[in-house]
């Protein structure tokens, strides 16, 4: 499936081969000759339908995982730009990582590609730039981009939905609440994420997630408190795995953002 986004000057198109969950779908966006994030490998097709409308001088991602940095083989092979990266994306990006069956049946498997390291901000013409801001939580290289002369920020994966139920094995509750915490200080009102797409009220978005991720961990902490397992916590907060849940092996799963939480309660402040 595919969908085009326009929002002033800029474009985007969602891609994926299920397009029934905003998850299994990415958001390509350009804004002038400069694209971030590249879409999942199995829908190459169409993303370069897509670049090629008009010329394409760079390339940055906002983090290494498949779907977003899927295409970066291609697009150096096929338009030779210049091809930037969060500098703790590089070693997984150039020497590959663990992609897990739903993950090569969903969005396909990458090539190895060595970008350049992502400066802290980068020029995209007429007098414009991006100010490179590491996000992690979601993964340990999540990088936002931010737009400061019209208050845009592409978000990558730090917010595609406001009250969160599934998160990956391998995420961090804590470094995403200190993430979306440093991000709120900034002036924006925009948020271009790559899952739900263009939130106008993208402040608001985000600090309602950081609410809940904050309400959460304290309602899971007072469970603990009360000597409930984590399986416990999970059913009377989230209720009980679903076929997402099953269909990911539970590497995506609520039981991952339930232990997420209770390993934050442990080192967040009170």
């Not at 002036?187 to 978005?205: I, L, M, N, P």
């Not at 984590?230 to 991952?256: C, D, P, Q, V, Y």
């Amino acid at each position: 499936m595919s969908e085009r986004i326009e929002y002033h000057e800029i474009e985007g198109i969602r891609v994926g081969r299920f397009g029934s969950r905003i998850n299994t779908t990415c958001i390509v966006y350009r804004i002038g000759s400069t694209v971030i994030d590249t879409g999942p490998p199995n829908q190459w097709r169409t993303v370069r339908r897509f670049l090629e409308e008009r010329e394409v001088h760079r390339v940055i991602i906002t983090h290494h995982h498949e779907d977003h940095s899927g295409n970066l083989g291609p697009i150096r092979r096929n338009l030779k730009p210049e091809i930037y990266s969060p500098q703790t994306g590089i070693a997984p990006l150039s020497e590959g990582f663990v992609l897990r069956p739903y993950q090569k049946v969903i969005w396909g498997r990458p090539e190895r590609v060595r970008p350049e390291v992502m400066p802290d901000e980068i020029e995209i013409g007429n007098g414009r730039s991006l100010r490179a801001l590491p996000s992690p939580g979601h993964s340990t290289d999540m990088t936002c981009y931010f737009e400061p002369q019209r208050g845009w920020l592409f978000t990558g994966d730090l917010f595609i939905s406001q009250r969160a139920r599934h998160m990956r094995a391998d995420e961090d509750v804590r470094a995403h609440i200190e993430s979306l915490r440093r991000i709120l200080a900034l002036d924006f009102e925009t948020v271009f994420c790559s899952h739900r797409g263009v939130v106008r009220s993208g402040k608001e978005a985000l600090r309602s997630k950081l609410d809940f991720l904050e309400n959460l961990c304290e309602r899971v902490r007072q469970l603990r408190n009360e000597g409930r397992s984590a399986s416990e916590i999970t059913r009377s907060l989230l209720g009980r795995e679903n076929l997402m849940s099953w269909m990911t092996g539970l590497h995506f799963s609520k039981r991952n953002l339930i232990r997420a939480c209770l390993d934050a309660t442990e080192r967040l402040p009170s």
